[in-house]
């Protein structure tokens, strides 16, 4: 027995099908991933290290360039 999920349409075909349906009623898609004004703040983004103590993580991300972009997560 073939367990395999189908799909009804691909992806990009589902993409199109839903702008299509929103310019047929005169609306606008919102993104799936806003990006955020290039004039706003950046936030910072919440990572792990995997096999790395707290200290040890740390360390990592304060040696890491660009590293007030990220916080520890947790």
Avoid: N, Y
């Amino acid at each position: 027995m073939d367990r395999r999920a189908s799909r009804l349409t691909s992806p990009a075909a589902s993409r199109r099908a839903k702008s299509w349906l929103a310019a047929a009623h005169d609306e606008r898609l919102r993104p799936t991933h806003p990006v955020a004004p290039i004039d706003a703040p950046e936030l910072p983004m919440a990572i792990s290290f995997e096999g790395l103590t707290k200290a040890e993580q740390r360390a990592a991300l304060a040696a890491f360039p660009g590293g007030r972009r990220f916080v520890l997560q947790g």
